[in-house]
């Protein structure tokens, strides 16, 4: 599965972004996907995902209520809609899926290309 990643860029403090991830794949849906993250000098961390299924949602602590993360299957595409950003969300975001997964941080096996979000204060 190639994955490509788009939608970062730079927005003020409070803004909103949505991110884009389009699969190459036809089965798209027999995937689970999600979103990681990675802030310079910080390890890289698992933002949200969702099951293939689409019965499992998963935000890490510090985006919910702001994050939603969506798929369309018709589409082949998964989204990561950011709202009241705060500086702390500035790092490179990545997609991800896994094939018939669920929602754990170390199942993802499929990597997309970084896109860079910068919140400024």
């Known amino acids: 599965v190639q994955l490509q990643a788009s939608g970062g860029g730079l927005v003020q403090a409070g803004g909103s972004l949505r991110l884009s991830c389009a699969a190459s794949?036809?089965?798209?849906?027999?995937?689970?996907v999600g979103w990681f993250r990675q802030a310079p000098g910080k390890e890289r961390e698992f933002v949200a995902g969702?099951?293939?299924?689409?019965?499992?949602?998963y935000y890490e602590n510090s985006v919910k209520g702001r994050f939603t993360i969506s798929r369309n299957n018709a589409k082949n595409t998964v989204y990561l809609q950011m709202n009241s950003l705060k500086p702390e969300d500035t790092a490179v975001y990545y997609c991800?899926?896994?094939?018939?997964?669920?929602?754990?941080?170390?199942?993802?096996?499929?990597w997309g290309q970084g896109t860079l979000v910068t919140v400024s204060s």
């Open positions: 794949e036809r089965t798209f849906s027999n995937y689970a």
């Open positions: 991800v899926a896994a094939y018939k997964a669920g929602v754990t941080r170390d199942q993802w096996n499929y």
């Open positions: 969702i099951s293939w299924s689409g019965g499992s949602i």
